[in-house]
Nanobody, 120 residues
C-alpha cells in the first residue's frame, strides 16, 4: 500500500519561499507518477504540478516560473520548491501518486496534506 507523508508547510511572507517534501513508502517509488495538488478554503482541489517516472514535468499556469517539482528516487521523495509566493498560494497542499503504467484512472494515493499560508 502506497503511503505518502508531506512536510515543509508553514507561514511565509509574500515573496518568500518554501520547499515541500513528500516521502513515499510501501511500493516502488520509481514507477509512480507524482504530483502536488492544493485546496484553498471554499475552493475545489486543483492540480499544481506533476512529474512522471521519466522526469517529465507539468505545471498549472498560475505557478509556472515560480514553482519547481523534482524527485529523488533514491530517497523515495518528491519535492515542490515554491518561490515568489503570493497570498493566493495559500492552501492545503497534497501529495498524490499513481502508477504510471496504469494511469490516473487507476488507483490514486494521497497524503494527509500540509498547510501553506502566505501572509504579511
Amino acid at each position: 500500500q502506497v503511503q505518502l507523508v508531506e512536510s515543509g508547510g508553514g507561514l511565509v511572507q509574500p515573496g518568500g519561499s518554501l520547499r515541500l517534501s513528500c516521502e513515499h513508502s510501501g511500493s516502488r517509488f520509481s514507477i509512480l507518477t507524482m504530483g502536488w495538488y492544493r485546496q484553498a478554503p471554499g475552493k475545489q482541489r486543483e492540480l499544481v504540478s506533476t512529474i512522471t517516472t521519466a522526469d517529465s514535468t507539468n505545471y498549472a499556469d498560475s505557478v509556472k516560473d515560480r514553482f519547481t517539482i523534482s524527485r529523488d528516487n533514491a530517497k523515495n521523495t518528491v519535492y515542490l520548491q515554491m518561490n515568489s509566493l503570493k497570498p493566493e498560494d495559500t492552501a492545503v497542499y497534497y501529495c498524490n501518486a499513481f502508477y504510471t503504467n496504469i494511469g490516473p484512472s487507476g488507483p490514486r494515493y494521497w497524503g494527509q496534506g500540509t498547510q501553506v499560508t502566505v501572509s504579511s
